[in-house]
């Protein structure tokens, strides 16, 4: 099982950048995929999106690509989430997941609590 803790968000103005990192423990890390999600107030948990274990493909939601880039360091346990041109829209609680990703979606089997992203207009 891997645990998971996010850290790195706060309050950034439009147009800023954030960059968020989920360290992982646990000795199955290096095998799952692994992903973002987010939630903003009063909507459903949304699919930002994923990394494969190799780090070899990536997957991202449309309201992201091209703005937010996620990578991977293995040797350090850690995934990252770049956010770059972020807008009042991407205000939400980040989560990171691990699990499996595959054509069809991603498949959780573990959960982090949560950053806070706040981005003022």
């Known amino acids: 099982q891997v645990q998971l803790v996010e850290s790195g968000g706060g309050l950034v103005q439009a147009g800023g950048s954030l960059s968020l990192s989920c360290a992982a423990s646990?000795?199955?890390?290096?095998?799952?995929?692994m992903a973002w999600f987010r939630q903003a107030p009063g909507k459903e948990r949304e699919f930002v999106g994923a990394?494969?274990?190799?780090?070899?493909?990536?997957v991202y939601a449309d309201a992201v690509k091209g703005r937010f880039t996620i990578s991977r360091d293995n040797a350090k346990n850690t995934v990252y989430l770049q956010m770059n041109s972020l807008t009042p829209e991407d205000t939400a609680v980040y989560f990171c997941?691990?699990?499996?990703?595959?054509?069809?979606?991603?498949?959780?089997?573990?959960w982090g609590q949560g950053t806070q992203v706040t981005v003022s207009s």
């Open positions: 997941a691990s699990g499996s990703l595959d054509p069809e979606g991603f498949y959780d089997n573990a």
């Open positions: 646990g000795r199955s890390f290096s095998s799952n995929a």
């Open positions: 990394i494969t274990w190799s780090g070899s493909r990536f």
